[in-house]
């Protein structure tokens, strides 16, 4: 009867055990759908700095110190972690490169080159094209399920998108006018689904904190002959204050922020429906202009509004 008893006991411990770890994983996976919305509201930051870098500061040496300030800040909080884990580190260093190349240098420093010759709204249309690549990698590279009413999610957001682009004038849409910076905003697109995809491809026994410390290291390492070619290439501007506060705004914000929020909500949603919240960046970028820089929001914004967040809410819902 005792032997019993002990069993009964023990089997009610492991059963607590498992709605406890249920419960928190519920807990952990609705803070992830919350706060993957404001990863666009913060990577609109990036847009206006991009914008107001021109003449004040170079796009490699913007990248370098945007992305040096962030994971020094980031080695600092994970320097336990990654001491105990620098054997790990030192096998699969070239992971870590790669990342920082398609992360840090085309998805930092040509967005500044770009944004010379585009305009911040053009940026955040361009990288909204990406969940679509990050999808279909998902699917094909990753064997991630995509339900037909996540599809749906993407067709109404992306529509939200267009309808943004084109001031709620379809007609138009064959009107819209690129330029060269377009070019470089797209690569940075294209790159920013093989950072995402790659994640998930390369899993890591480190943490979202000390992972990112350690890609940032990768990306300075690819950024510092880049910006050294810069400075011997160009005139570069006198540094200023002004330079200071776009490289402290751009590493806090669009850089340390939502960089570890996105790779953090990735490892719980998925990479497909963390990457839809892409989507948001015209919106995001649209407020951020109006708010920021007095350009006028029209009502092809709120339409557009109107059939993004639906559509992010469809497609990032479990």
């Known amino acids: 009867m005792r032997s019993l008893r002990n069993r009964m006991g023990a089997r009610l411990q492991q059963l607590d055990k498992v709605s ?8 952990r996976e609705r803070l992830a759908r919350f706060a993957i919305w404001g990863v666009p509201a913060l990577w609109a930051v990036n847009y206006i700095v991009a914008r107001r870098a021109p003449g004040v500061v170079e796009p490699y040496s913007l990248a370098l110190g945007r992305w040096a300030l962030a994971g020094g800040l980031l080695a600092v909080a994970a320097r336990q972690e990654l001491w105990a884990q620098r054997r790990t580190i ?40 990406s969940p679509v690549l990050i999808a279909l990698g998902a699917v094909v590279l990753l064997g991630e399920r995509f339900r037909l009413l996540q ?3 993407v067709v109404i957001a992306l529509s939200g998108v267009v309808h943004v682009i084109v001031k709620g004038q379809w007609m138009a849409l064959n009107q819209v006018q690129w330029v060269t910076g377009d070019a470089w905003i797209v690569a940075a697109m294209v790159a920013w689904a093989l950072y995402a995809l790659l994640q998930k491809l390369w899993p890591s026994p480190l943490g979202s904190t000390a992972r990112l410390a350690v890609i940032c290291a990768g990306g ?17 501007p ?19 922020a939502a960089y570890w929020i996105y790779g953090w909500a990735q490892k719980i949603l998925g990479a497909s429906r963390v990457a839809v919240t892409l989507y948001l960046g015209p919106l995001y ?13 029209g ?20």
């Open 90 to 129: 030192a096998v699969v260093w070239y992971q870590y490169v790669v990342l920082g190349f398609c992360g840090m240098l085309v998805c930092g420093a040509w967005v500044y080159v770009g944004a010379k010759t585009t305009a911040a709204m053009n940026i955040s249309l361009i990288y909204s094209a």
């Open 299 to 318: 009502w092809h914004h709120l339409a557009g509004a109107a059939l993004i967040l639906p559509g992010v809410y469809l497609v990032s819902k479990p």
């Open 238 to 256: 006198d540094w200023s204050w002004t330079a200071t506060g776009l490289v402290v705004t751009a590493a806090l914000a669009p850089g340390l």
């Open 151 to 153: 599809a749906v999610g």
């Open 285 to 297: 970028a649209a407020l951020a202009a109006w708010s920021v820089l007095g350009e006028p929001l």
């Open 220 to 236: 300075v390492a690819v950024l510092l002959p880049c910006a050294a070619w810069e400075m011997l290439q160009s005139r570069t």
């Open 20 to 27: 406890l770890a249920s419960a928190q994983h519920e807990r």
